[in-house]
């Protein structure tokens, strides 16, 4: 069984800060790509960064000089620093990561559950 759990999602004033977190267990040999995409309502899901297991990061431009992705190989742990928030940031966040697990001999792509970002102006 494997899952990716995220926290640190809420409720901010707009200019304010949230750090999410995203710890992937279960029965991982090795993890590759993580990121978060997010979602708002009647949007489609959409990338907001990503970064390899070599720390090579990719952001989306509406979260450029804002928000910075990183990541703690030997905790399996992503996390998303967002900074300088906006109402337009508001949407349902999600881990993602491609993972091999024990006894596949590729690397799926996982999800987390959501954790629901609010930013009020």
């Known amino acids: 069984q494997v899952q990716l759990v995220e926290s640190g999602g809420g409720l901010v004033q707009a200019g304010g800060s949230l750090r999410l977190s995203c710890a992937a267990s279960?029965?991982?040999?090795?993890?590759?790509?993580m990121g978060w995409y997010r979602q708002a309502p009647g949007n489609q899901r959409e990338l907001v960064a990503t970064?390899?297991?070599?720390?090579?990061?990719n952001d989306a431009n509406s979260v450029k000089g804002r928000f910075t992705i990183s990541r703690d190989n030997a905790k399996n742990t992503v996390y998303l620093q967002m900074n300088s928030l906006k109402p337009e940031d508001t949407a349902v966040y999600y881990c993602?990561?491609?993972?091999?697990?024990?006894?596949?001999?590729?690397?799926?792509?996982?999800w987390g559950q959501g954790t629901q970002v609010t930013v009020s102006s």
């Open positions: 993602y990561a491609e993972l091999l697990t024990h006894g596949s001999s590729w690397y799926s792509p996982y």
């Open positions: 279960g029965s991982i040999t090795s993890i590759n790509a």
């Open positions: 970064i390899t297991s070599g720390g090579s990061t």
